[in-house]
């Protein structure tokens, strides 16, 4: 059977919610460590391991990301700014600025390079090195800024470190508390693989993320030497063209096919962020990749943030039975039972 895979946030850090999220078929937890600090990290375990659960941990990994700042949430063109690359700083700045962590990019930065802040469309143009730590900048196209948020540079590939600090520590923690696998962020090579499987010794599963151009070009080594696959397609669109994502998606499940596990993860039922309905499109999508040999789909935002945790777990776990059938014979005719209005909500209960 397909599994199901959740991550945890705000909206589903309860044990109220959580059980219902095992009622409703989730069957592995997941702490996103690039959401998270040691203080929830710890606050997180307690409450999950309550209700029965030991999370798996998803790491930082090596992804340029907005550590603070006093920007307001949405920015408009011509704002000059800095750019800052520490660890940990105290910051007495004057004017408006950025942190951002892995302080070993600022010398793959250079005067000219256009850095992009998550998918919102905010850009910013590096102008010239200030200090050993600090880029002088100006805002050349709107948008808005979170803390924790991806940022990319146009036409570079950074070379960061394959964990983070935190990543370090919350490996450690996470294992002394049971956790039997940990997935490893924008895996892009064998070395890498070999690196983290290092750290977290052989007892631990490690699921690889593949969301990186290099990861899809080295994507059968990193089936060799992982012990399972996840497709994060929201980042590598980042990095490949949104129309190329499920090409390589479906690429990578043919040629894992008989060899390693894959999940897919990103969008996956977006709409039920906001609504109590899904789309069309994502049943069609989420059939589309369980026929292809996916065996595993997973929910982050939806659980993590979004309003319907619950309702879209049961209704997942609802598609994948419907799948089943299908693979049984039954070609869409076959009735099961529909989820319970209590799980599922009102609306979408009728709407099936």
């Not at 059977?1 to 946030?9: A, F, L, P, R």
């Not at 690359?85 to 892995?102: M, P, Q, R, V």
Request: proline content about 4%.
């Amino acid at each position: 059977m397909t599994s199901i895979v959740v991550t945890v946030g705000p909206n589903s850090i309860n044990p109220t919610t959580l059980k219902k999220l095992i009622e409703a078929g989730a069957e592995s937890f997941r702490i996103n460590l690039s959401h998270s600090n040691k203080k929830n990290l710890h606050e997180y375990f307690e409450i999950l391991n309550k209700v029965g659960i030991i999370p798996a941990i998803d790491t930082q990994g090596p992804q340029l990301r907005v550590c603070d700042t006093n920007l307001p949430n949405y920015v408009s063109p011509g704002e000059n700014i800095k750019l800052i690359f520490c660890k940990n700083k105290a910051l007495d700045e004057k004017g408006l600025y950025i942190l951002l962590n892995h302080p070993e990019a600022i010398d793959q930065i250079s005067s000219g390079d256009v850095i992009k802040v998550d998918f919102d469309g905010l850009a910013i143009e590096v102008i010239e090195k200030e200090t050993d730590d600090s880029f002088s900048a100006v805002i050349v196209s709107s948008g808005s800024i979170l803390i924790n948020r991806a940022v990319d540079i146009n036409t570079k590939s950074l070379k960061l470190s394959t964990l983070t600090d935190f990543d370090k520590y919350a490996i450690d923690f996470a294992i002394s508390r049971g956790t039997k696998e940990v997935y490893a962020s924008f895996v892009s090579s064998a070395s890498q693989v070999k690196f983290i499987k290092e750290i977290i010794g052989n007892d631990v599963s490690l699921i690889s993320k593949v969301e990186t151009a290099l990861g899809v070009s080295n994507i059968n080594e990193i089936i060799n030497l992982s012990d399972k696959i996840l497709i994060d397609r929201g980042d590598l669109s980042r990095e490949i063209t949104i129309p190329c994502v499920p090409i390589a998606v479906f690429n990578i499940l043919k040629l894992a096919k008989n060899r390693s596990e894959v999940l897919i993860a990103t969008n996956v039922l977006d709409s039920m962020m906001s609504s109590n309905l899904p789309s069309r499109a994502e049943i069609s999508d989420i059939f589309n990749h369980l026929a292809a040999g996916a065996s595993g789909i997973v929910l982050a935002a939806e659980v993590a943030i979004g309003k319907n945790p619950v309702s879209s777990t049961a209704f997942l776990k609802y598609l994948i039975k419907l799948f089943h059938n299908y693979e049984n014979g039954l070609h869409g005719i076959g009735r099961i039972d529909k989820p319970p209005r209590d799980l599922i909500g009102e609306e979408l209960f009728n709407w099936l």
